[in-house]
């Protein structure tokens, strides 16, 4: 195979999981929570999204985030590893069994990834690997890992706020503080 050849298989990556900023607002937490309030709450958060019209989105994004953590497609995986090793290895003395041991580690240790995290990080690895070696599977996980725990993270927030929509004694409790809060900033009270 010669490396046009290769270049034209090299796959697309997917993109990343987009949430609407103010989703992202809702599920990050607190910058000054010294006031013994927890970091992150469902119910703050629910009110950020309905701020900015987006409270009736939660469930969605909530199946969209879970849907995200679906694997890598084997052919893409599989052409990706390929490519990765005909990126590094062109030109060094290798056989074919070493190859094939090395994509079935790669895959193997990789395969639980998502498939946007995976491309990310692979192509991330790339770009940082020094002198002409293939970035391994820990300098991979290394920037891919971090991802996962946030999206994790994301997915178990947008978990707890679906919840609280479905928690009819929340919602009655938000209506009211919502309420409230309307009367106070309609006289001018904070």
């Not at 900023?21 to 703050?44: I, V």
């Not at 070493?98 to 395969?111: I, K, N, S, V, Y």
């Not at 890992?145 to 993270?153: A, F, I, K, Y």
């Amino acid at each position: 195979m010669t490396v046009p050849e290769v270049v034209r298989l090299a796959p697309a990556a997917p993109s990343m999981l987009q949430l609407a900023p103010p989703l992202q607002q809702a599920l990050a937490d607190r910058a000054f929570a010294h006031s013994g309030q927890a970091k992150w709450d469902p119910e703050r958060a629910l009110d950020i999204a309905a701020r900015h019209g987006l409270e009736a989105q939660v469930p969605a994004a909530h199946l969209a985030a879970v849907a995200s953590l679906e694997g890598a497609p084997a052919p893409w995986f599989g052409r990706r590893l390929t490519v990765l090793w005909t990126m590094f290895m062109l030109g060094r003395p290798t056989d074919q069994g070493a190859q094939t041991l090395w994509m079935a580690e790669a895959a193997r240790l990789l395969g639980d990834l998502p498939h946007d995290i995976l491309a990310h990080s692979i192509d991330e690895a790339i770009k940082v690997s020094r002198h002409g070696f293939m970035p391994s599977v820990g300098e991979i996980r290394g920037i891919a890992d971090p991802l996962l725990g946030e999206r994790r993270t994301h997915i178990d927030r947008l978990s707890r706020m679906a919840a609280a929509l479905n928690n009819a004694a929340a919602s009655q409790g938000r209506s009211a503080r919502r309420h409230d809060a309307r009367l106070h900033a309609d006289h001018g009270e904070r």
